[in-house]
C-alpha cells in the first residue's frame, strides 16, 4: 500500500470516529409534537320520553293534489300537440297551439279601424284649422259684399219706380235679389262662427266612444287568439291525450289530463273508533316500501265526516311534500304506502327531533353521543351548556308516530341518552366530536 493510500484512509477513520463522537455526547431530541386533534363540531339534545298514542299501521293510496282536464274554448283546427303522456309540464308551458291564420287577419283589420277611428278624433280635438277660418271669413266677407251691392240697387230701384222710370216688376227682382243676398250672407256668418267654436263637445265625446268601442274590439280579437294556446296552469304532468295535430277542436273538447304531484294527498281509510283520535294538523310518519331508507312526513289535512256504506271507514286525507329526482316524482299516483296514525294505545315512547334520523339507504338511525368516552387527546370537557369532547356511536332505529318535529323511535337508545341533531351527516361510527348540547 503507497503512503497516499495510507493517509486518505487514516482521514477516513478519523472522520467516522468524530462522526460517532459527536452522536454519543449530543442530547437526544424529543420527537416533534403532534398537532392537537381536530374535532368536528356537532349540535345535539336528549330524548324525550312521554306516554303518547301508540302507532296504528293502516295502508293508504297516493292521490294527485290536483287534476284536471285541460280543453279549447273556442272552435278551430290543431296545429301542434306539444305535450305527449307522461310529460313533465311547468306552469305556463305551451301544451297545444290552434291554427291562427284567421284571426290574424281579424286583429289586423280591426287595428286598421282602430287607427282610423283615433285618427277622427285627433281631428275633433285639435278644431278647426286656420286656413278653414280664414276661408270662411273670406266666404263671410263676400256675402256681405253683395249683400250691400243688393240693398243699394233694391233702393236705387225704388226711386226708380216712385219717378216711373222702372217697372215694378224690376222693382221685384231687385227685391229678391236684396233678400237672397241677405240670407247668404246669414248662412256665411254662421258658417264661420261655426268653425271658430269648433266641434261640438257631443260630437268629441261620440268620436272618444267610437275609439273606445274599437280598442276592446281589438283586446277581444288579442284575447281570443291568446286562447288558441293552451297553456298549463300548474306544474304537473300529461297523464292522457285525447287528441292529435290537424284534428278540428270544438269549444270544450277536452286535449290533455294534467296532474300535479309536486304535493300529493294519502287518502286512508280510518275505522270510526280510531278516527276519534285523528285531529287535522297532526304529523304523520309515512313508509315507502320502495324508499325504506326514505323520512317521509305529512299533515293530516283533513277528515272527511262521511262513512264508507260498506266498511265503516271515514277517508282521512294527509298531504306530504314530494320529492322529483330528474324529473320522476317518488311517490306516484296510485301507489300505496303506509301510514303510522296515533290512534293506538297509551305507551311510554322514546322521541327525537327528526333532524336526528339518519338516513343510510336502507335503514334509519341515529349517533348517540358518548361524552365519557371522549379521547385524552380531544381536551378537557367544558362547562354544563358548552361545547365538550365526546364519542359518538350509530344505532339503527325503527321510527313509529310523529309529534311535530319530533319522533317516535324503537332501538338501543337509553331514556337519558343524547343524540346528534346538527352534523351528523357526516359523522362516523366512533368519531370523536366537539358536542354542544341544546334544546332540540
Known amino acids: ?20 463522537l459527536i452522536a454519543a455526547v449530543a442530547p437526544a431530541q424529543p420527537p416533534a409534537k403532534s398537532d392537537q386533534e381536530i374535532l368536528q363540531p356537532v349540535m345535539a339534545c336528549r330524548v324525550r320520553r312521554g306516554e303518547s298514542k301508540s302507532a296504528y299501521q293502516l ?22 300537440l306539444h305535450a305527449k303522456r307522461g310529460d313533465r309540464l311547468a306552469a305556463g308551458d305551451t301544451v297545444a297551439d290552434l291554427q291562427t291564420d284567421v284571426i290574424q287577419i281579424e286583429i289586423a283589420a280591426a287595428r286598421a279601424e282602430l287607427r282610423l277611428v283615433e285618427h277622427q278624433l285627433a281631428e275633433l280635438q285639435a278644431g278647426s284649422r286656420d286656413e278653414d277660418i280664414a276661408e270662411a271669413e273670406a266666404r263671410m266677407e263676400a256675402a256681405g259684399a253683395i249683400a250691400r251691392r243688393s ?43 261655426r268653425l271658430v267654436s269648433g266641434p261640438r263637445v257631443e260630437q268629441v265625446a261620440q268620436a272618444q266612444a267610437r275609439v273606445d268601442l274599437q280598442r276592446e274590439q281589438v283586446r277581444l280579437l288579442e284575447d281570443r287568439l291568446k286562447k288558441h294556446a293552451l297553456i298549463a296552469p300548474f306544474d304537473g304532468y300529461v297523464t292522457a291525450e285525447y287528441t ?33 283520535f285523528l285531529r287535522p294538523g297532526q304529523t304523520i310518519h309515512v313508509e315507502f316500501d ?41 311517490l306516484m299516483s296510485g301507489m300505496v304506502v303506509r301510514m303510522d296514525l296515533p290512534i293506538g294505545p297509551e305507551a311510554e315512547q322514546t322521541f327525537v327531533p327528526t333532524d336526528a334520523i339518519v338516513l343510510d339507504g336502507v335503514r334509519q338511525s341515529v349517533f348517540v353521543v358518548d361524552v365519557g368516552r371522549a379521547s385524552s387527546a380531544a381536551g378537557q370537557s367544558s362547562a354544563a351548556g358548552q361545547s ?4 359518538v356511536r350509530k344505532v339503527p332505529v325503527k321510527l313509529g308516530v310523529a309529534q311535530g318535529d319530533w319522533i317516535a323511535i324503537t332501538g338501543e337508545v337509553d331514556a337519558d341518552a343524547i343524540v346528534v341533531t346538527r352534523g351528523n351527516e357526516r359523522l362516523a361510527a366512533g368519531q370523536s366530536v366537539e358536542v354542544t348540547v341544546g334544546d332540540g
Request: hydrophobic share 45%.
Open 1 to 20: 500500500m503507497s503512503t497516499s493510500s495510507r493517509v486518505i484512509r487514516a482521514m477516513r477513520c478519523g472522520t467516522l470516529f468524530g462522526i460517532l
Open 151 to 193: 240693398a243699394s240697387q233694391l233702393s236705387r230701384m225704388s226711386k226708380l219706380v216712385q219717378s216711373k222710370a222702372a217697372s215694378v216688376e224690376e222693382l221685384d227682382v231687385a227685391t229678391a235679389e236684396a233678400d237672397s243676398s241677405r240670407q247668404l250672407l246669414q248662412a256665411a256668418t254662421i258658417a264661420h262662427a
Open 59 to 80: 295502508l293508504g293510496t297516493v292521490t294527485p293534489s290536483r287534476t284536471t282536464t285541460i280543453g279549447y274554448s273556442l272552435p278551430g283546427r290543431l296545429k301542434t
Open 290 to 330: 320502495a324508499r325504506p331508507g326514505e323520512l317521509l312526513l305529512g299533515q293530516l289535512e283533513r277528515i272527511v265526516p262521511a262513512a264508507d256504506t260498506r266498511s265503516r271507514t271515514f277517508p282521512v286525507l294527509v298531504r306530504i311534500k314530494n320529492r322529483i329526482d330528474d324529473g320522476i316524482p317518488m
Open 388 to 391: 365538550q369532547a365526546a364519542v
Open 244 to 276: 292529435e295535430a290537424g284534428a278540428w277542436i270544438t269549444a270544450g273538447d277536452p286535449v290533455v289530463d294534467l296532474i300535479e304531484l309536486d304535493t300529493v294527498r294519502v287518502e286512508v281509510a280510518v275505522p270510526a273508533a280510531q278516527v276519534v
